[in-house]
């Protein structure tokens, strides 16, 4: 297929492990140079997705194709890379001898290893620890070895499941300036996370999965258009906040309520309800929808439903 | 150049790479140069060495006590006494050698390929385009040639040490090796076969345990011989079929008996036949086909089983 082809496209994609529905019906596109960030809690199918894309597990049902291939093509892996949730490397090998080796495996030519190692080990600030064992790192550098693995050989594809979740405040910034550089140079990339503000500061489209479902899709702005409005408010029991429920979803967190999807103009009726129930309210802010606004709301109906 | 490593093999690896400039090795070769690399960045094989060498050292001064121990009369051992003499504790050493070969196979093989699934190191090299076969096929390879390497460097030495403390070699060196080092193929193989799904310990254990059960039941086979009951000469021959270690083993035995042994063995008729330290005949050919047809058996039970494996 062309190069134009998508970077991801699947077509109801399911599995199932036993009687466990994994996830179930998944169908996307991502375009080329897109960062695509997929959203979901714990357990609801995430890494499922992406070990099924890569070909690490099979799918019950449903197909998949990345970069115009079909998945588990062995050749289309080498304009792949992959970060894995469960990131573990050669504790015997120093940094450069792990990059080598799947530099071997991409494969890549030889005579590029050297500048590959050296380009990726810079980009994910283990330059000077290159000739560490790897098991004498902490943590967070095991995942940017990780990181440098799946940059090597400018891949047109990359999966980066979580990959933030070892890392301290900068090397999460640095993530971000990574997936940019990424995105900039047209590699499409497929973000698992449940970092919402990570997500919502690079992803160019979101899709949210849960229990195996996707219960929304779409650009950051289109998920977010609505309003989210916060109260700090005192003196309201438990039977009094139920009868709350015509405003919409809420994140309760005692003092302060979250309405995660209430129009502006509803405001005073709000303020006035919650006065007439006996509340006291300190504070009312009404704000634009965040990503956890939105991701909340999303999960808070899918209970409903 | 980037991948330094420390093993021989590893090397004729890189070499035949570097010989054409662009040519890439190959997955298989690549897995079985991490296995051999791992061994030896772990110290496996530098703690086999030192052990080998302990017991070398060790054994032959025991060999040499042998031709100067002195009879009640005073004078030594006439030389016929001391090969036979010799012959017989070598086999003994010998079988001792085969275990500690048999149990680090078993060891090193039985967390392969699971430990490497359950810590997650195989997820991203998995996803580069590697097929799950060439995992399989060349960490067997790596391991195969450690074997041959410690099975063919330790007989070397030790009989070396024997030669020079008592003058004697065993009829058939080469063969020794050959079975030796294929009863520590077949538990590595065996063990392969348990990591592509169970536990590391787990499969370790079972191999073990199989290994010694086979042993016995090759005892029970050849009490049957004596006996001259089939019932319990089937025991024997299934379980040589089932897991030839102890058929090589005899194999290795037979390599290592001098005719004086032999010609007693034949001598004392079905009686002879009843020690697992003892064999009468070489290991006929048709078990020798089979044993290459069970390795090949087990090589495919493995890549099929891993295949099949969702990680
Ligand atoms: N190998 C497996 N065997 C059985 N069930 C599995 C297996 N792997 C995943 N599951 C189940 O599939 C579902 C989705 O799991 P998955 O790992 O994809 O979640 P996730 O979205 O990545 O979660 P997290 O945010 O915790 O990483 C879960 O219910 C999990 O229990
Ligand atoms: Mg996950």
């Known amino acids: 297929?062309?190069?134009?082809?998508?970077?991801?496209?699947?077509?109801?994609?399911?599995?199932r492990f036993g009687s466990t529905v994994a996830l179930t019906g998944l169908s996307m596109t991502v375009p080329r140079g897109e960062?695509?960030?997929?959203?979901?809690?714990?357990?609801?199918?995430?890494?499922?997705?992406?070990?099924?894309?890569?070909?690490?597990?099979?799918?019950?049902?449903?197909?998949?194709?990345?970069?115009?291939?079909?998945?588990?093509?062995?050749?289309?892996?080498?304009?792949?890379?992959?970060?894995?949730?469960?990131?573990?490397?050669?504790?015997?090998?120093?940094?450069?001898?792990?990059?080598?080796?799947?530099?071997?495996?991409?494969?890549?030519?030889?005579?590029?290893?050297?500048?590959e190692i050296t380009k990726a080990l810079a980009t994910v600030g283990l330059t000077d620890r290159a000739d560490d064992r790897?098991?004498?790192?902490?943590?967070?550098?095991?995942?940017?070895?990780?990181?440098?693995?799946?940059l090597l050989g400018r891949p047109e594809l990359v999966f980066l499941d979580e990959p933030t979740s070892a890392l301290d405040p900068v090397g999460r910034h640095?993530?971000?300036?990574?997936?940019?550089?990424?995105?900039?140079?047209?590699?499409?990339?497929?973000?698992?996370?449940h970092l919402l503000s990570e997500v919502e500061q690079v992803c160019d489209r979101v899709a949210v999965v849960d229990h195996g479902r996707v219960i929304a899709s779409g650009t950051m702005d289109e998920l977010l258009s609505g309003t989210?409005?916060?109260?700090?408010?005192?003196?309201?029991?438990?039977?009094a906040r139920t009868k709350l429920a015509g405003f919409g979803p809420l994140?309760?967190?005692?003092?302060?309520?979250?309405?995660?999807?209430?129009?502006?103009?509803?405001?005073?009726?709000?303020?006035?309800?919650?006065?007439?129930?006996?509340?006291?309210?300190?504070?009312?802010?009404?704000?634009?929808?965040?990503?956890?606004?939105?991701?909340?709301?999303?999960?808070?109906e899918e209970e409903k439903s | 150049m980037l991948v330094v490593s420390l093993a021989p093999a590893a090397d004729v690896a890189k070499y035949a790479a570097d010989l054409g400039a662009e040519t890439l090795v190959p997955p298989v070769l690549v897995f079985a140069r991490l296995t051999i690399q791992e061994a030896s960045r772990r110290r496996l094989l530098l703690a086999l060495l030192v052990l080998t060498l302990l017991v070398v050292g060790f054994s032959a001064w025991g060999f040499h006590k042998i031709t100067t121990v002195t009879r009640s009369d005073g004078t030594l051992l006439p030389p016929t006494q001391v090969t036979l003499i010799t012959s017989q504790l070598l086999i003994v050493v010998t079988f001792m050698y085969s275990g500690v070969l048999a149990l680090s196979a078993a060891v090193v093989a039985g967390p392969l390929i699971s430990s490497e699934v359950e810590s997650g190191l195989l997820l991203s090299m998995l996803a580069r385009p590697v097929r799950r076969s060439e995992v399989v096929i060349g960490k067997w390879l790596g391991l195969a040639v450690l074997v041959f390497v410690y099975a063919a460097g330790s007989a070397f030495l030790e009989l070396a040490a024997v030669n020079w403390a008592t003058g004697y070699l065993p009829p058939h060196p080469i063969e020794l090796v050959l079975y030796v080092a294929a009863e520590g193929l077949s538990l590595l193989s065996l063990g392969l076969v348990l990591s592509t799904r169970l536990s590391g310990i787990t499969g370790g254990v079972i191999a073990l345990v199989a290994w010694l059960m086979a042993w016995i039941a090759g005892v029970v086979g050849d009490i049957g011989a004596g006996l001259q009951n089939s019932a319990l000469q089937n025991v024997g021959t299934i379980s040589h079929l089932l897991l030839p270690t102890d058929g090589l083993w005899r194999g290795a035995v037979y390599a290592m008996e001098p005719d004086v042994i032999l010609a007693a063995l034949r001598a004392a008729g079905t009686a002879g036949r009843a020690n697992p330290f003892s064999a009468v005949d070489p290991p006929p050919n048709a078990f020798l086909a089979w044993v290459v047809v069970w390795f090949a058996l087990?090589?495919?039970?493995?890549?099929w089983s891993f295949r099949t494996r969702e990680i």
């Not at chain 1, 967070?140 to 990181?147: A, D, E, V």
């Not at chain 1, 995105?183 to 698992?192: D, K, M, Y």
């Not at chain 1, 989210?228 to 039977?239: H, I, S, Y």
Request: aromatic residues 6%.
């Open chain 1, 1 to 15: 297929m062309a190069a134009s082809s998508p970077a991801i496209h699947t077509v109801d994609l399911s599995k």
């Open chain 1, 35 to 115: 960062i695509f960030g997929f959203l979901g809690p714990n357990g609801a199918g995430k890494t499922t997705s992406v070990k099924l894309l890569l070909g690490l597990l099979k799918p019950t049902s449903g197909e998949a194709w990345l970069l115009g291939e079909t998945i588990g093509d062995l050749k289309t892996r080498n304009r792949i890379g992959y970060l894995p949730e469960l990131f573990r490397y050669q504790g015997w090998l120093d940094a450069r001898e792990v990059l080598a080796l799947h530099c071997e495996l991409a494969p890549l030519e030889r005579s590029t290893w050297k500048e």
């Open chain 1, 134 to 150: 790897v098991s004498t790192f902490s943590k967070g550098m095991q995942q940017r070895l990780g990181l440098a693995a799946a």
């Open chain 1, 174 to 193: 640095d993530v971000r300036e990574i997936i940019r550089g990424l995105s900039a140079r047209g590699t499409a990339v497929f973000l698992n996370s």
């Open chain 1, 228 to 239: 989210a409005v916060r109260v700090r408010v005192g003196g309201l029991d438990g039977a």
């Open chain 1, 251 to 300: 994140d309760d967190e005692g003092e302060h309520l979250t309405f995660t999807k209430l129009d502006v103009e509803r405001v005073p009726e709000l303020v006035s309800t919650i006065v007439a129930l006996g509340g006291r309210i300190y504070e009312v802010a009404p704000r634009h929808q965040t990503l956890e606004d939105r991701f909340l709301q999303l999960l808070h």
């Open chain 2, 298 to 303: 087990m090589l495919t039970l493995a890549i």
